[in-house]
């Protein structure tokens, strides 16, 4: 289940972000902070977005920023950011971003049930829009506690 990596420690909701990278890099804080990931995790994302775009945007107004393990993932975490008023990632088809999931796994099998849980929600509109709706980390929690 997601709350099992989702909890009140490492959700934020804010109403707006400058850009992108400030973003991407709330989502990722709380991975560096727990030891889930090493700093430069975050510089890895920033350039590979530089190399070959948004590549984690999945869908319209959702983002999954990640690396490889080898970019310093010390272990499997997730973390997420509700940006209320959204922010360009210069992903054509998905901007403006809202919800954001930073993933940091530390090989290509353990987080399998955590992606499945991600998927099975990124298809149900209705619990996106709640979740984009969402002014507590309560909320956020009952949204996604069917997942």
């Known amino acids: 289940m997601l ?5 009140e420690s490492n ?3 804010i109403e707006h972000a400058d850009n992108w990278q400030s973003a991407v890099a709330l989502a990722v804080q709380p991975l560096i902070d ?15 977005h530089r190399e070959i775009g948004p590549y984690y945007v999945l869908g319209e ?22 940006v209320q008023n ?25 987080h399998i049930e955590m992606i499945a849980s991600l998927s099975h929600l990124f298809c149900d ?15 956020v929690l009952q949204a996604i506690s069917q997942y």
């Not at 727990?34 to 920033?46: K, N």
């Not at 990640?66 to 010390?74: D, L, N, S």
Request: hydrophobic content about 45%; proline content about 4%.
């Open 125 to 139: 509109d209705a619990v996106v829009q709640k979740l984009r709706g969402c002014q507590s980390k309560e909320d």
């Open 86 to 110: 959204g922010v360009e990632f210069y992903s054509e088809d998905n901007d403006p971003v809202y919800i954001i999931f930073a993933l940091a796994a530390i090989d290509s099998n353990s």
């Open 34 to 48: 727990v030891g889930a990931v090493e700093a430069r995790y975050l510089q890895a994302i920033y350039d590979m």
């Open 11 to 13: 959700i934020n909701i």
């Open 61 to 82: 107004g959702i983002a999954m920023p990640h690396a490889r393990p080898e970019e310093g993932v010390i272990r499997t975490a997730l973390s997420l950011v509700i």
């Open 3 to 7: 709350t099992d990596w989702i909890n």
